[in-house]
Protein backbone atom coordinates (compact mmCIF):
# COMPACT_ATOMS: atom_id res chain seq x y z
CA UNK A 1 0.00 0.00 0.00
CA UNK A 2 1.39 2.87 -1.41
CA UNK A 3 2.11 5.74 2.19
CA UNK A 4 3.71 9.85 1.13
CA UNK A 5 5.52 11.36 3.74
CA UNK A 6 5.84 15.03 2.99
CA UNK A 7 9.00 16.83 5.35
CA UNK A 8 8.83 19.33 7.02
CA UNK A 9 5.43 19.36 8.30
CA UNK A 10 6.01 23.31 8.98
CA UNK A 11 8.03 25.77 7.55
CA UNK A 12 8.29 29.81 8.30
CA UNK A 13 10.65 31.89 5.84
CA UNK A 14 11.22 35.58 5.24
CA UNK A 15 9.88 36.50 2.09
CA UNK A 16 12.10 36.24 -0.83
CA UNK A 17 13.95 33.04 0.10
CA UNK A 18 13.96 29.98 -2.45
CA UNK A 19 12.41 26.75 -0.15
CA UNK A 20 12.00 23.07 -1.07
CA UNK A 21 9.30 20.80 -0.05
CA UNK A 22 9.88 17.43 0.12
CA UNK A 23 7.86 14.60 -0.77
CA UNK A 24 8.47 10.76 -0.21
CA UNK A 25 6.60 7.48 -1.59
CA UNK A 26 6.99 3.78 -0.75
CA UNK A 27 6.26 2.36 -4.05
CA UNK A 28 7.85 3.29 -7.02
CA UNK A 29 5.39 1.90 -9.40
CA UNK A 30 3.51 5.59 -9.43
CA UNK A 31 1.82 6.79 -12.57
CA UNK A 32 2.01 10.42 -11.70
CA UNK A 33 2.17 12.89 -8.76
CA UNK A 34 0.80 16.09 -8.80
CA UNK A 35 1.04 18.99 -6.05
CA UNK A 36 -1.80 21.16 -4.84
CA UNK A 37 -1.92 23.86 -2.61
CA UNK A 38 -4.55 24.45 -0.14
CA UNK A 39 -5.86 27.54 1.47
CA UNK A 40 -7.62 27.25 5.27
CA UNK A 41 -11.07 26.25 4.68
CA UNK A 42 -10.53 25.56 0.99
CA UNK A 43 -10.33 23.06 -1.50
CA UNK A 44 -7.19 21.60 -3.10
CA UNK A 45 -5.60 23.97 -5.88
CA UNK A 46 -3.59 22.14 -8.69
CA UNK A 47 -0.32 23.33 -8.67
CA UNK A 48 2.15 20.98 -11.03
CA UNK A 49 1.70 17.47 -12.36
CA UNK A 50 4.30 14.82 -13.01
CA UNK A 51 3.86 12.36 -14.95
CA UNK A 52 6.22 9.12 -14.26
CA UNK A 53 7.99 9.24 -17.77
CA UNK A 54 8.74 12.94 -17.00
CA UNK A 55 11.55 14.35 -14.52
CA UNK A 56 10.43 18.00 -13.64
CA UNK A 57 7.87 20.04 -14.39
CA UNK A 58 7.97 23.92 -14.30
CA UNK A 59 5.35 26.62 -13.90
CA UNK A 60 5.92 30.36 -12.95
CA UNK A 61 8.06 30.41 -9.75
CA UNK A 62 7.28 26.77 -9.14
CA UNK A 63 9.19 23.46 -10.07
CA UNK A 64 8.74 20.20 -9.19
CA UNK A 65 10.59 17.34 -9.92
CA UNK A 66 10.43 13.53 -9.67
CA UNK A 67 12.62 10.08 -9.02
CA UNK A 68 10.89 7.51 -9.18
CA UNK A 69 14.45 5.07 -8.30
CA UNK A 70 14.49 7.15 -4.89
CA UNK A 71 10.41 7.42 -4.25
CA UNK A 72 10.89 11.29 -4.09
CA UNK A 73 9.55 14.12 -5.18
CA UNK A 74 10.83 18.26 -4.36
CA UNK A 75 8.88 21.41 -5.27
CA UNK A 76 10.94 24.53 -5.18
CA UNK A 77 9.53 27.66 -5.06
CA UNK A 78 12.20 30.65 -6.06
CA UNK A 79 11.62 34.12 -4.40
CA UNK A 80 8.58 33.40 -1.58
CA UNK A 81 6.28 35.74 -1.15
CA UNK A 82 3.49 36.16 1.63
CA UNK A 83 1.08 35.08 -1.11
CA UNK A 84 2.66 31.98 -1.19
CA UNK A 85 1.17 30.94 2.74
CA UNK A 86 -0.23 27.83 2.35
CA UNK A 87 -0.15 24.21 2.99
CA UNK A 88 1.22 22.22 0.10
CA UNK A 89 -0.22 18.56 -0.42
CA UNK A 90 2.13 16.05 -2.71
CA UNK A 91 -0.29 13.13 -3.98
CA UNK A 92 0.37 10.18 -6.09
CA UNK A 93 -1.74 7.87 -8.47
CA UNK A 94 -0.14 4.03 -8.16
CA UNK A 95 -0.11 1.63 -11.05
CA UNK A 96 1.85 1.61 -14.17
CA UNK A 97 -0.88 2.20 -16.70
CA UNK A 98 -2.72 4.94 -14.53
CA UNK A 99 -6.47 3.66 -15.35
CA UNK A 100 -6.55 1.60 -11.81
CA UNK A 101 -9.49 3.34 -9.89
CA UNK A 102 -7.43 3.61 -6.29
CA UNK A 103 -7.41 7.84 -6.19
CA UNK A 104 -4.83 9.52 -5.09
CA UNK A 105 -2.49 8.47 -2.33
CA UNK A 106 -2.11 12.30 -0.32
CA UNK A 107 0.53 12.88 2.13
CA UNK A 108 -0.52 15.31 5.27
CA UNK A 109 0.94 18.36 3.67
CA UNK A 110 3.36 21.08 4.61
CA UNK A 111 2.46 24.04 6.09
CA UNK A 112 4.28 26.97 4.67
CA UNK A 113 3.93 30.73 6.46
CA UNK A 114 6.06 33.54 4.08
CA UNK A 115 7.18 36.46 6.41
CA UNK A 116 6.88 39.60 5.34
CA UNK B 1 -15.92 28.48 -17.45
CA UNK B 2 -16.69 27.33 -14.08
CA UNK B 3 -14.54 24.84 -11.77
CA UNK B 4 -15.87 21.83 -9.57
CA UNK B 5 -18.95 22.98 -7.59
CA UNK B 6 -19.66 21.46 -4.64
CA UNK B 7 -23.07 21.72 -2.15
CA UNK B 8 -23.65 22.48 0.45
CA UNK B 9 -20.74 24.86 2.16
CA UNK B 10 -21.35 24.03 5.38
CA UNK B 11 -23.89 21.15 7.16
CA UNK B 12 -24.32 20.30 10.61
CA UNK B 13 -25.86 16.88 11.54
CA UNK B 14 -26.42 14.96 14.73
CA UNK B 15 -25.16 11.22 15.07
CA UNK B 16 -27.44 8.71 13.28
CA UNK B 17 -28.47 11.21 11.21
CA UNK B 18 -28.04 10.66 7.02
CA UNK B 19 -26.14 13.05 4.64
CA UNK B 20 -26.66 13.97 0.93
CA UNK B 21 -23.43 15.87 -0.58
CA UNK B 22 -23.35 16.70 -4.24
CA UNK B 23 -21.24 17.91 -6.73
CA UNK B 24 -20.74 19.13 -10.43
CA UNK B 25 -17.82 18.47 -12.46
CA UNK B 26 -16.12 20.91 -14.94
CA UNK B 27 -17.84 21.08 -18.37
CA UNK B 28 -16.24 17.85 -20.20
CA UNK B 29 -14.88 15.84 -17.55
CA UNK B 30 -16.35 12.49 -17.00
CA UNK B 31 -15.47 11.17 -14.04
CA UNK B 32 -15.92 12.63 -10.08
CA UNK B 33 -13.72 11.23 -7.43
CA UNK B 34 -14.75 11.79 -3.64
CA UNK B 35 -12.53 12.58 -0.65
CA UNK B 36 -12.58 12.54 2.95
CA UNK B 37 -10.10 15.38 5.07
CA UNK B 38 -10.19 14.87 8.52
CA UNK B 39 -8.76 18.33 10.40
CA UNK B 40 -4.88 18.31 10.07
CA UNK B 41 -4.52 15.35 7.37
CA UNK B 42 -4.29 14.84 4.10
CA UNK B 43 -7.47 13.75 1.75
CA UNK B 44 -8.14 10.02 1.46
CA UNK B 45 -9.43 8.60 -1.18
CA UNK B 46 -13.71 7.53 -0.58
CA UNK B 47 -14.96 7.04 -4.42
CA UNK B 48 -14.06 7.02 -7.96
CA UNK B 49 -16.88 7.36 -11.08
CA UNK B 50 -16.35 7.62 -14.49
CA UNK B 51 -19.37 7.56 -17.34
CA UNK B 52 -21.56 6.59 -14.00
CA UNK B 53 -20.00 3.52 -13.04
CA UNK B 54 -18.10 3.07 -9.92
CA UNK B 55 -14.73 2.43 -10.63
CA UNK B 56 -12.91 2.62 -7.40
CA UNK B 57 -13.65 2.56 -3.83
CA UNK B 58 -11.53 2.97 -0.96
CA UNK B 59 -11.73 1.71 2.64
CA UNK B 60 -14.60 3.18 3.76
CA UNK B 61 -17.59 1.33 5.26
CA UNK B 62 -20.56 0.64 3.42
CA UNK B 63 -22.50 3.46 5.07
CA UNK B 64 -20.79 5.38 2.60
CA UNK B 65 -22.52 5.41 -0.66
CA UNK B 66 -22.26 7.39 -4.52
CA UNK B 67 -23.82 7.90 -7.93
CA UNK B 68 -23.24 9.40 -11.38
CA UNK B 69 -26.10 10.93 -12.77
CA UNK B 70 -25.70 11.59 -16.78
CA UNK B 71 -24.82 14.57 -16.66
CA UNK B 72 -21.99 13.15 -14.82
CA UNK B 73 -22.87 15.39 -11.65
CA UNK B 74 -22.20 13.41 -8.10
CA UNK B 75 -24.00 12.68 -4.88
CA UNK B 76 -21.99 11.26 -1.68
CA UNK B 77 -24.34 9.51 0.77
CA UNK B 78 -23.45 8.77 4.38
CA UNK B 79 -25.91 6.61 6.71
CA UNK B 80 -25.74 6.52 10.51
CA UNK B 81 -23.73 9.58 10.95
CA UNK B 82 -21.14 8.94 13.15
CA UNK B 83 -18.84 11.65 15.20
CA UNK B 84 -15.56 10.49 13.37
CA UNK B 85 -17.06 11.44 9.49
CA UNK B 86 -16.75 15.00 10.69
CA UNK B 87 -14.62 16.29 8.16
CA UNK B 88 -14.43 17.98 4.85
CA UNK B 89 -15.40 16.22 1.80
CA UNK B 90 -13.68 16.83 -1.46
CA UNK B 91 -14.95 16.27 -5.03
CA UNK B 92 -12.46 16.00 -7.94
CA UNK B 93 -13.03 16.04 -11.89
CA UNK B 94 -10.72 14.93 -14.38
CA UNK B 95 -11.10 13.88 -18.38
CA UNK B 96 -11.10 10.59 -17.28
CA UNK B 97 -9.15 8.67 -14.89
CA UNK B 98 -5.65 7.69 -14.69
CA UNK B 99 -3.18 9.94 -16.05
CA UNK B 100 -5.04 13.11 -16.01
CA UNK B 101 -5.18 15.92 -13.48
CA UNK B 102 -8.04 16.01 -10.86
CA UNK B 103 -9.33 19.89 -10.06
CA UNK B 104 -11.05 19.91 -6.59
CA UNK B 105 -13.68 22.02 -5.50
CA UNK B 106 -14.02 23.50 -2.23
CA UNK B 107 -15.69 20.85 -0.53
CA UNK B 108 -18.12 20.36 1.74
CA UNK B 109 -17.40 21.06 5.91
CA UNK B 110 -19.72 18.34 7.49
CA UNK B 111 -20.00 18.64 11.63
CA UNK B 112 -21.14 15.98 13.82
CA UNK B 113 -22.99 16.60 16.94
Known amino acids: KQEVTQIPAALSVPEGENLVLNCSFT??????LQWFRQDPGKGLTSLLL?????REQTSGRLNASLDKSSGRSTLYIAASQPGDSATYLC???????????????FGKGTHLIIQP | DAGVTQSPTHLIKTRGQHVTLRCSPISGHKSVSWYQQVLGQGPQFIFQYYEKEERGRGNFPDRFSARQFPNYSSELNVNALLLGDSALYLC????????????FGDGTRLSIL
Open chain 1, 27 to 32: DSAIYN
Open chain 2, 92 to 103: ASSLRPGGQPQH
Open chain 1, 50 to 54: IQSSQ
Open chain 1, 91 to 105: AGKEGYSGGGADGLT
